[in-house]
Nanobody, 112 residues
Framework: VQLQASGGGLVQAGGSLKLSCLVSGIYFRNVGMAWYRQAPGKQRDLVATITGGDRTDYADSVKGRFTISRDNTQDMMYLQMNSLKPEDTAVYYC???????WGQGTQVTVSS
């Protein structure tokens, strides 16, 4: 199983970014997926999840600003991040939920 995350970058506070995660080696449409993030010196935290049936859930800190989605025809997962804040700065990881299959991480930096 391989996960390839992309889309990170540097953005000003209030801006937007869209992260992507390409998944291979697994029957994608059947599995739940997740985005996590890890800021320097902090633990890795769950940001958002999406089930195979497209049910979504979010950390309180990102509700109303971030949207997780998936395209089962392309084996892709996305995280649309709007109204970004400096505290959103972290390395973002995609994950097949409840497994040890992780992407390599993509850096998101939000400047004030």
């Amino acid at each position: 199983v391989q996960l390839q995350a992309s889309g990170g970058g540097l953005v000003q506070a209030g801006g937007s970014l869209k992260l992507s995660c390409l998944v291979s080696g697994i029957y994608f449409r059947n599995v739940g997926m997740a985005w996590y993030r890890q800021a320097p010196g902090k633990q890795r935290d769950l940001v958002a999840t999406i089930t195979g049936g497209d049910r979504t859930d979010y950390a309180d800190s990102v509700k109303g600003r971030f949207t997780i989605s998936r395209d089962n025809t392309q084996d892709m997962m996305y995280l649309q991040m709007n109204s970004l804040k400096p505290e959103d700065t972290a390395v973002y990881y995609c994950n097949v939920h409840h497994t040890d299959w992780w992407g390599q991480g993509t850096q998101v930096t939000v400047s004030s």
